[in-house]
T-cell receptor
Framework: DVKVTQSSRYLVKRTGEKVFLECVQD?????MFWYRQDPGLGLRLIYF???????EKGDIPEGYSVSREKKERFSLILESASTNQTSMYLC????????????FGPGTRLTVL | DAKTTQPPSMDCAEGRAANLPCNHS???????VYWYRQIHSQGPQYIIH???NNETNEMASLIITEDRKSSTLILPHATLRDTAVYYC??????????FGAGTTVTVRA
């Protein structure tokens, strides 16, 4: 079974703090993704990575950066958290040849005060 | 990108088949139909996908019309645990997914 784990289920941070969200997958998937989900807006892709040290912007990359130093780990970084980044953050992974058969983690509910 | 239209909600009885429709009349020849679902407080879960032919796996069946302008996801024996939001997504195989509003399916005992 594919397992995608996220470092925290719930996180509360203050405006201006640097925030790290970690995602780890254990099935040797090449592709990894970060989404955010907001009521009425659905899931929106922030960044994805198809290989170590490679990254591509998604639909809403502003205010975020990512890091992929190892194949199994994909980090989302909020350099200076703002209240409009309060959201549910979801990580996903997939095989290179099955880009859109994505396996999602349980999500991190981030609240920025 | 082909746009999809799904009913906002539907109910079905536990133990019965649930048939979830999706219209995608502007689908292109190289676009696949993907289905995902999201159970409350969990991440989305991949269910099935297809291009032209009908597909079946351990979770569901996907029926695509011959003109490919619509499809139906069938959950053969719905259980209470199938209560979720179901997303129909039309995409080329190597391009990023886009999740719309989906259909909220409630399975009732």
């Amino acid at each position: 079974d594919v397992k995608v784990t996220q470092s925290s289920r719930y996180l509360v941070k203050r405006t201006g703090e640097k925030v790290f969200l970690e995602c780890v997958q254990d099935m040797d998937h090449e592709n990894m993704f970060w989404y955010r989900q907001d009521p009425g807006l659905g899931l929106r892709l922030i960044y994805f990575s198809y290989d170590v040290k490679m990254k591509e912007k998604g639909d809403i990359p502003e205010g975020y950066s990512v890091s992929r130093e190892k194949k199994e780990r994909f980090s989302l970084i909020l350099e200076s958290a703002s209240t409009n980044q309060t959201s549910m953050y979801l990580c996903a992974s997939s095989l290179w040849i099955r880009f859109n058969e994505q396996f999602f983690g349980p999500g991190t509910r981030l609240t920025v005060l | 990108d082909a746009k999809t239209t799904q009913p906002p909600s539907m109910d079905c009885a536990e133990g019965r088949a649930a048939n979830l429709p999706c219209n995608h009349s502007t689908i292109s020849g190289n676009e696949y139909v993907y289905w995902y679902r999201q159970i409350h407080s969990q991440g989305p879960q991949y269910i099935i996908h297809g291009l032209k032919n009908n597909e079946t796996n351990e979770m569901a069946s996907l029926i695509i019309t011959e003109d490919r302008k619509s499809s139906t996801l069938i959950l053969p024996h719905a259980t209470l645990r199938d209560t979720a939001v179901y997303y129909c997504i039309v995409r080329v195989a190597d391009y990023k997914l886009s999740f719309g509003a989906g259909t909220t399916v409630t399975v009732r005992a």
